[in-house]
């Protein structure tokens, strides 16, 4: 039998994978949980929010510094919004993130379920502690926002699951 290449002297039957790549430990899930996902959710907000941060602060830099001719000090300004708005944005996305992991995991250990009551009940009690420096309107117009926004997210998620089921109701 030939090898792959004159360089790498291997027989290709031993390349051949059909089975799992992984050994995982008795009783673990072969998904990860919302505690490994958190690390994930929370560092993909902050980045997230600082490119939308830089974005804006790009725009608001150039609408402010319009009249200027390019110079240095134009430059700097522009530099400075574009840092200020990415650190802000980059914070708030992050603290955001943070909560809700926090809530979604708490919950989760609480219940001892992974379903999409936790998504939905994690995002409304973040937009509520969120929001409430705003007094009790704040909490609630965040708890609101927060339902809202996990809600259609829960629904996003399960759009196949439910079309699935609807169709095999109306047959």
């Not at 001719?69 to 522009?78: D, G």
């Not at 009690?125 to 997210?153: D, E, F, P």
Request: hydrophobic share 40%; with cysteine; glycine share 12%.
């Amino acid at each position: 039998m030939n090898p792959l290449s004159p360089y790498l002297n291997v027989d290709p039957r031993y390349l051949v994978q059909d089975t799992d790549e992984f050994i995982l430990p008795t009783g673990a899930n072969k998904t990860r949980g919302r505690f490994e996902l958190a690390f994930f959710t929370i560092g993909g907000c902050c980045m997230t929010g600082a490119a939308f941060g830089a974005m804006n602060g790009l725009r608001l830099g150039l609408k402010e510094t319009q009249n200027m001719a390019w110079s240095k000090p134009r430059n700097v300004q522009i530099l400075n919004m574009v840092t200020r708005q990415g650190a802000l944005w980059a914070n708030t996305l992050g603290s955001l993130a943070l909560l809700y992991s926090a809530f979604g995991v708490i919950i989760e250990k609480t219940r001892g379920a992974e379903d999409d009551l936790n998504t939905v009940a994690a995002g409304t009690m973040t937009g509520m502690l969120y929001k409430c420096t705003g007094g009790l309107r704040g909490v609630a117009r965040g708890g609101l926002a927060g339902l809202t926004l996990t809600s259609l997210y829960a629904l996003y998620n399960n759009w196949e699951h439910m079309k699935g089921s609807l169709l095999q109701q109306s047959l």
